[in-house]
């Protein structure tokens, strides 16, 4: 069985998301290869010491290309700030090493097809932290799509709004910043349901027209409270869409959104029915099929289980339902298995450029008002 030995990049937030999952996927899954945590980077070194103990592995450095060039590391997964993404990629592609990155995939997306064509170049493979369509019951509600369960598809309505920014007392950070963050919501939200839409409906968005907005438009600053910063990039975000096959369909985003705390939803309206999910209820998913009879008409409520895509790896009985965590580790099986057996592993920096694509599209639409086809981005 082959070892895929990992060097994380970053461990914030979502390195410590990383970390979880890695130590959860072998006791979950039947992998194809065995994981070693081999070495981790931060900003110093007293940081990255204590953060190797905390999450296993076995070297740490504060040096990141020091991890990069080091030859008993397989894969490089990147969990930076967004402006990071692309030099650290470039950089680990160049030394023949597998690449897992967070989303967004770059700060543009020529930044991003600058690192697709580096990887295929390379032959490496390349996976995407796009992980809310790991979860079951959204695999779930792709089976049901593609079984034509809902008929044909023509409409997609899709949401990700939070309100983690809501509070204008809340300090400026790195996420308002375009050279750190390139966009606001779009990049930070909008790009997982994108990479929803694209997974839900199968084709891929070629059209947009969007609105975005900065609705608060200083934040203090962090080291003086009472100095406020401005904001650079915006706060909520809104697009009429056009995919390939020539649904339609509306997206919406917000960091600034009163009381979602985790808003991701979706609506997929068919010829025969229609699928309706909110991520605050994980282990739900609403179908409604129109020949049912029509005194039994109405929307019903599926409690995904065992019998559903990867659920009875994490529990024996349905509507226990699952965690973000837990999403990490499907999405860990998937690049160990990818690189271990030669497995798919999807979503790829390809699918990355194509959302970071969409993304710019509608900022663009926002900025010139008026359609905008992806083909100009």
């Keep these: 069985m082959k070892t895929v030995k990992i060097g994380l990049v970053g461990t914030g ?3 410590r998301c990383h970390a979880i999952a890695y130590a959860q996927a072998p006791t979950l899954f039947p992998l194809k290869g065995k994981l ?7 900003i110093n070194q007293a940081l990255a ?4 103990q ?8 504060d040096d990141w290309r020091k991890l990069v060039d080091d030859p008993n590391v397989d894969v490089v997964d990147i969990c930076t700030p967004n402006f990071l993404h692309k030099e650290i990629a470039l950089e680990a592609i160049k030394h023949g090493k597998h690449v897992y990155s967070e989303k967004p995939l770059a700060l543009t997306a020529a930044d991003a097809k600058e690192m697709v064509e580096a990887a295929q170049k390379a032959g490496v493979k390349t996976l995407v932290g796009f992980n809310y369509i790991k979860n079951p019951t959204t695999q779930l509600a792709r089976q049901i799509i593609q079984n034509g369960e809902i008929g044909e598809v023509v409409h997609f309505y899709g949401t990700h709004n939070e309100d983690y920014l809501a509070n204008p007392n809340t300090p400026i950070d790195w996420h308002c910043y375009k050279a750190k963050a390139g966009l606001g ?11 929803m839409a694209h997974y839900l409906v199968g084709e891929e968005i070629i059209s947009v027209v969007g609105d975005m907005q900065t609705v608060i438009t200083e934040r203090p600053n962090p080291q003086n409270l009472a100095e406020k ?8 975000a809104t697009a009429l869409v056009r995919f390939a096959n020539g649904v339609m369909g509306m997206i919406e985003s917000s960091r600034i959104a009163c009381g979602r705390k985790m808003g991701l939803t979706y609506v997929v309206t068919g010829t025969k029915g229609t699928l309706s999910y909110t ?12 020949d049912d009879d029509k005194s039994r008409q109405g929307f019903k ?51 990355g450029y194509k959302v970071s694509r969409v993304l710019e599209a509608i900022a663009k639409s926002a900025e010139e008002k008026r359609w905008v086809e992806i083909s100009e981005i």
Excluded: W
Aim: one cysteine or more.
């Design 13 to 15: 937030y979502i390195g």
């Design 301 to 351: 409520t599926i409690l995904v289980g065992p019998e559903h895509p990867d659920y009875a790896a994490f529990c024996v009985s349905a509507g226990h339902g699952i965690g973000f965590n837990d999403q990490k580790a499907v999405e860990i099986r998937d690049l160990v298995n990818g690189i271990a057996a030669d497995d798919r592993m999807f979503p790829d920096f390809e699918e």
């Design 229 to 236: 910063i401005p904001v650079e990039n915006e706060d909520q």
């Design 49 to 52: 010491e204590q953060k190797a």
């Design 54 to 61: 905390e999450f296993g592995f076995s070297r740490a450095t």
């Design 279 to 290: 991520q605050e209820r994980m282990a739900e998913l609403k179908l409604y099929l129109h």
């Design 185 to 195: 919501t779009l990049g930070d939200l909008a790009a997982h349901i994108v990479s």
């Design 36 to 42: 070693q945590l081999e070495y981790l980077a931060e």
